[in-house]
């Protein structure tokens, strides 16, 4: 079964930066556009950046400025550089196809910004 490994998630302060990499265990990253999705507690999840093969990006209005989505298909890893950080971005962090597909959704990596 092919899976998607979230990483990198954890606590930082607000103005921080943190670094997550999507891995997986097949051939899903490198034949697929992809992107990252977050959930925050009570709220659904949604789509904040996105990267398709070419390499073309487009981001949430929430993030744009702050996140930068990266792919790396050697590796089979794609990359979310999380710059500024603010309380509002505290969620658990996903990766997926865009559009997504539920038989992909790994267990993610938290987040939480907090002074």
């Known amino acids: 079964q092919v899976q998607l490994v979230e990483s990198g998630g954890g606590l930082v302060q607000p103005g921080g930066s943190l670094r997550l990499s999507c891995a997986d265990s097949?051939?899903?990253?490198?034949?697929?556009?992809m992107g990252w999705f977050r959930q925050a507690p009570g709220k659904q999840r949604v789509l904040v950046a996105a990267?398709?093969?070419?390499?073309?990006?487009n981001y949430a209005d929430s993030v744009k400025g702050r996140f930068t989505i990266s792919r790396d298909n050697a590796k089979n890893t794609v990359y979310l550089q999380m710059n500024s950080l603010k309380p509002e971005d505290t969620a658990v962090y996903y990766c997926?196809?865009?559009?997504?597909?539920?038989?992909?959704w790994g267990q993610g990596t938290q987040v939480t910004v907090s002074s």
């Open positions: 990267i398709a093969l070419g390499g073309n990006t």
């Open positions: 997926n196809t865009v559009p997504w597909a539920s038989d992909y």
């Open positions: 097949g051939s899903i990253i490198s034949i697929n556009a």
